[in-house]
């Protein structure tokens, strides 16, 4: 099975709440939320995909041997296969639109899958965090039974709290830890009854000092926000826009990356996410300055699609892809991608 079945498979499970567009970049699904879409025009989804766009590989045949390029690197002092994890996404039956089963149980095969096929694969994935109960529950049960794997991101709920979910994601050898800051601007989190906040520097500082495991703060799109992170012992940024689901007009990740990773000099591991669809995708992020990304929607697909055995088709086909332009470029491993590989059109 190739990856365009494995999405039309996923598409009939999701009972058409997602189109499985030839190009998932916003247009079809936006405002559906709950759903797949992004807010309102949905601009900030689209933004992220049109901002990678504008970039192109600049010479493509600069590799005039033929090699395999290495992909592997290391994560929060873990090995990995590839630069990509799977980014959280979370209340997957609301959000999906799958009705078979308990909301409950729909998350917890789809973490088992996720989980499962992320491990055999090499890869990390991440979990995220909602208003119902059980989506920390499942999370912790597969940290437990595949440690190392696994990076709990928790809503910016009271520092107390984040405190005691980072030291029990500590004790189950999560390699890191993070929050998702920007929700606490989702309006959706808060009409469910959730307890979240802006995060301060001082709660941040609070937290890494708490908290003996590397800790990841999502949603930074500024410089500012990324060195007042690092100000305060943040190990890692994720540079995004939460898909486009927090506001409408919202620049794209890659509008945004060149320059925070010109600023932070790789003092902080960089991570970005948002309309990243293809081994090609990743290695622009990488050349714009990130160390790794982050893939959200066409990872749930995978997983809807073909359970553990689509992650592994998916994560190998965008290593594969990213393998091949990694050749183009002359590029022999990661740490050779650089911004000059890649022009603005
Ligand atoms: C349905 C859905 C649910 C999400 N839930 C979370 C979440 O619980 N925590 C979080 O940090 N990000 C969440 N995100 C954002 C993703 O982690 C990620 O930033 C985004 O999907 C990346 O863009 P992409 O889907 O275009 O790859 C969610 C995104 C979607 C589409």
Redesign the pocket.
């Known amino acids: 099975m190739d990856q365009a079945e494995l999405f039309t498979l996923a598409k009939k499970r999701m009972h058409n709440s997602c189109r499985i567009c030839k190009i998932?970049n916003?247009i079809t699904c936006a405002g559906e939320l709950?759903?797949?879409g992004g807010i309102g025009t949905g601009n900030a989804?689209y933004r992220?995909?049109k901002s990678l766009q504008e970039y192109t590989v600049k010479d493509c045949n600069r590799g005039t041997r033929d090699f395999i390029p290495d992909t592997h690197m290391t994560l929060f002092g873990q090995e990995v296969s590839m630069p990509i994890i799977s980014?959280?996404?979370?209340?997957?039956a609301v959000?999906?639109g799958i009705q078979e089963e308990t909301p409950e149980s729909i998350e917890d095969q789809y973490m088992h899958a996720l989980i499962q096929g992320a491990n055999a694969v090499g890869v990390m994935a991440?979990i995220?965090?909602?208003p119902q109960s059980y989506?920390f529950a499942v999370g912790m049960k597969y940290a437990n039974l595949y440690p190392g794997n696994i990076i709990s991101?928790i809503?910016p709920r009271p520092d107390e709290v984040i405190i005691e979910r980072g030291i029990m994601a500590k004790r189950l050898n999560e390699p890191a830890f993070g929050i998702?800051a920007d929700?606490s601007k989702l309006a959706l989190m808060k009409t469910k009854g959730l307890n979240i906040e802006n995060k301060s520097p001082k709660s941040l500082y609070r937290i890494t000092q708490a908290v003996s495991l590397p800790f990841i703060v999502?949603?930074i799109m500024t410089v500012k926000e990324a060195i007042a992170c690092e100000k305060v012992g943040v190990k890692a940024i994720?540079v995004?826009?939460?898909?486009?689901?927090i506001l409408d007009t919202m620049k794209g990740a890659a509008d945004v990356l060149p320059k925070i990773a010109d600023a932070l000099q790789g003092r902080m591991t960089i991570l970005a996410?948002?309309?990243?669809?293809s081994g090609e995708d990743v290695f622009r992020m990488l050349a714009l300055g990130a160390d790794a990304v982050?893939?959200?929607?066409?990872?749930?697909f995978s997983v809807i699609g073909g359970g553990a055995e689509g992650v592994r088709i998916s994560f190998q086909q965008w290593q594969n892809e990213l393998r091949r332009v990694m050749v183009r470029a002359g590029a022999e491993n990661l740490k050779q991608i650089t911004r000059q590989m890649i022009q603005k059109i």
């Open positions: 998932c916003g709950p759903g797949l989804f992220n995909w980014a959280p996404v979370g209340s997957i959000n999906a991440m995220g965090d909602g989506s991101i809503k998702d929700a999502k949603g994720v995004g826009n939460h898909g486009g689901r996410d948002g309309g990243i669809r982050l893939i959200g929607r066409p990872v749930l």
